[in-house]
T-cell receptor, first 105, second 113 residues
Framework: AQRVTQPEKLLSVFKGAPVELKCNYSYSGSPELFWYVQYSRQRLQLLLRHISRESIKGFTADLNKGETSFHLKKPFAQEEDSAMYYC???????FGAGTTVTVRA | NAGVTQTPKFQVLKTGQSMTLQCAQDMNHNSMYWYRQDPGMGLRLIYYSASEGTTDKGEVPNGYNVSRLNKREFSLRLESAAPSQTSVYFCASNDQGSTDTQYFGPGTRLTVL
């Protein structure tokens, strides 16, 4: 069963527009959730994790246990945000299918 | 520090051939992982090693074997490659298991004909 769902495979936004990547998870315990990013020709790397409560590169993500969601948001997308984004859950080291974001000028 | 390194970067095999993918980390991490990345399926865990001397199955272990050679190295072996094993393979490591940030290698692109 898919424990982490990212419903959008592709997301295209204009530069300066808000962007939101959806992530829902299935886990009844206390989850640790992550967003990883893979820029073109670079390795997969951590963007942010919920326990840190940080804003990285203008991105934030809030854990909503009631909706079992951990959506990633940025108010003003930049061209350098174009990448593949993965949501991940610590339970069974589960990753979502990924969302490819393209930011157009 | 090189972080997590993987060899080879690319490999083409014929069905039935065997090969070993190598992974090494220089961060003194306890835990190491092997994933495969397939379009539309994200990353799926094949095997992991929580600490030196231990290995455990992940979500998709069939057709693979692993060896945690020492704290630095964790290899993935395909004994008899099949076309369904065509994928990009990533190795990762971290210090404190599933709740800790993982550090990934650059990946190995494997094609099985």
């Amino acid at each position: 069963a898919q424990r982490v769902t990212q419903p959008e495979k592709l997301l295209s936004v204009f530069k300066g527009a808000p962007v939101e990547l959806k992530c829902n998870y299935s886990y009844s315990g206390s989850p640790e959730l992550f967003w990883y990013v893979q820029y073109s020709r670079q390795r997969l790397q951590l963007l942010l994790r919920h326990i840190s409560r940080e804003s990285i590169k203008g991105f934030t993500a809030d854990l909503n246990k009631g909706e079992t969601s951990f959506h990633l948001k940025k108010p003003f997308a930049q061209e350098e945000d174009s990448a593949m984004y993965y949501c991940a859950l610590d339970y069974k080291l589960s990753f979502g299918a990924g969302t490819t974001v393209t930011v157009r000028a | 520090n090189a972080g997590v390194t993987q060899t080879p970067k690319f490999q083409v095999l014929k069905t039935g051939q065997s090969m070993t993918l190598q992974c090494a980390q220089d961060m003194n991490h306890n835990s190491m992982y092997w994933y495969r990345q397939d379009p539309g399926m994200g990353l799926r865990l094949i095997y992991y090693s929580a600490s030196e001397g231990t290995t455990d199955k992940g979500e998709v272990p069939n057709g693979y074997n692993v060896s945690r050679l020492n704290k630095r190295e964790f290899s993935l072996r395909l004994e008899s490659a099949a076309p369904s094993q065509t994928s990009v393979y990533f190795c990762a490591s971290n210090d404190q298991g599933s709740t800790d940030t993982q550090y990934f290698g650059p990946g190995t692109r494997l094609t099985v004909l």
